[in-house]
């Protein structure tokens, strides 16, 4: 089993359209979450921390459920400069005192006219 | 932008040779991450260096190497490059190493192995 897993998609969907991407994580030991954005070819870009409370930001909300060990990002008024790849990342700790980030495969995101 | 620089942008080598690839982080971030991401995939973490100490590895051979120095520059050396290590090499630096510390990424280099 993947330690992150994500729908790679495509989704397809029109301008104005709301769409959700969901994901689950293995590691209940995890200590942080974030969804990253990776427009083709560039490097990923931190899109927002999320946590058990949910947070919003603008038209992007990212929810945080731990007993189930999912986590959810919901993007209303889709705009074309949305569409991109969307990563789901967790952030735990290794037994060396460091931590790292662990990727879902991501999942790809195109709006339409 | 991030303030995190990779140098090269872009590199061919052919299998067998041996590559040093380069990031300078962020000013006071004293924890770099390197990550591989071949086409199609996210990022594979590959080792992390906290105050020129490598404190993490991921699955990857001892071919893959690296160095930070005092200055937050960090290199990574592969040797005896392999076609499946055509991919984006990313860095990433961050203040410490929490599990709760963001970690900003470089633009990354692409390297081709042919």
């Excluded at chain 1, 921390?49 to 909300?61: A, H, K």
């Excluded at chain 2, 991401?37 to 990022?43: D, K, R, S, T, V």
């Excluded at chain 2, 930070?68 to 392999?82: C, I, K, M, W």
Aim: glycine share 10%; aromatic share 12%.
């Amino acid at each position: 089993r993947k330690e992150v897993e994500q729908d790679p998609g495509p989704f397809n969907v029109p301008e104005g359209a709301t769409v959700a991407f969901n994901c689950t994580y293995s590691n209940s030991a995890s200590q942080s979450f974030f969804w990253y954005r990776q427009d083709c070819r560039k490097e990923p870009k931190l899109l927002m921390s999320v946590y058990s409370s949910g947070n919003e930001d603008g038209r992007f909300t990212a929810q945080l459920n731990r007993a189930s060990q999912y986590i959810s990002l919901l993007i209303r008024d889709s705009k074309l400069s949305d569409s991109a790849t969307y990563l789901c990342v967790v952030n735990g700790l290794l037994t060396g005192g460091g931590n790292k980030l662990t990727f879902g495969t991501g999942t790809q995101l195109k709006v339409e006219l | 932008e991030t303030g995190v620089t990779q140098s090269p942008t872009h590199l061919i080598k052919t299998r067998g040779q041996q590559v040093t690839l380069r990031c300078s982080s962020q000013s006071g971030h004293n924890t770099v991450s390197w990550y591989q991401q071949a086409l199609g995939q996210g990022p594979q973490f590959i080792f992390q260096y906290y105050r020129e100490e490598e404190n993490g590895r991921g699955n990857f051979p001892p071919r893959f190497s690296g160095l930070q120095f005092p200055n937050y520059s960090s290199e990574l050396n592969v040797n005896a490059l392999e076609l499946d290590d055509s991919a984006l090499y990313l860095c990433a630096s961050s203040l410490e190493t929490s599990g709760t510390d963001t970690q900003y990424f470089g633009p990354g280099t692409r390297l081709t192995v042919l």
